[in-house]
């Protein structure tokens, strides 16, 4: 279910954080949106965040992280059928980064992340408002042979 809600998110592509959830009701709906061309920008800017200080200062820091950060994604895309011309997405937001590092025998990382983020204005929304809360989930793992 979140899957199909558009909460999960997916990397790749433009990786329009925002977009998720209309991406997704496009596909359930049948009608996804294709493109020919993209041009992107993801950036995120940390945030001062005291948990990760009392984790530096612990033993746990070979081991965990914990971040804070602004972001803001935009792309250019051209060639969906739907929307004339060509058509810039922007979306700006808020987020979580929890990672646990396990390295191997020979040092080499091997762990997972957790992404929680809110994008919380969206440039044209196709459903709802500019301004609007909004939530997705990422989950992604190193694993070395």
């Given at each position: 279910p979140w899957v199909r809600s558009?909460?999960?998110?997916f990397s790749?592509?433009?990786?329009?954080?925002?977009?998720r959830e209309s991406d997704v009701e496009a596909i359930m709906e049948?009608?996804?949106?294709?493109?020919?061309?993209?041009?992107?920008?993801?950036?995120?800017?940390?945030?001062p965040n005291p948990l990760q200080t009392v984790i530096r200062r612990?033993?746990?820091?070979?081991?965990l992280s914990f971040r804070s950060y602004l972001f803001t994604?935009?792309?250019?895309?051209?060639?969906d059928a739907e929307i004339p011309g060509d058509s810039f997405y922007a979306d700006a937001g808020a987020g979580l980064t929890?990672?646990?590092n396990i390295p191997d025998y020979q040092g080499r990382p091997r762990g997972f992340v957790i992404r929680y983020e809110v994008p919380f204005?969206?440039?044209?929304?196709?459903?709802?408002?500019?301004l609007s809360?909004?939530?997705?989930l990422g989950f992604g793992a190193t694993i070395t042979f």
């Open positions: 558009g909460h999960v998110h790749g592509g433009p990786n329009l954080r925002g977009f049948g009608s996804p949106r294709f493109f020919n061309r993209v041009a992107a920008y993801n950036v995120e800017f940390d945030l612990s033993q746990l820091q070979e081991f994604d935009g792309a250019v895309a051209e060639g929890l990672s646990l204005w969206l440039s044209d929304p196709i459903n709802g408002d500019s809360f909004r939530h997705l």
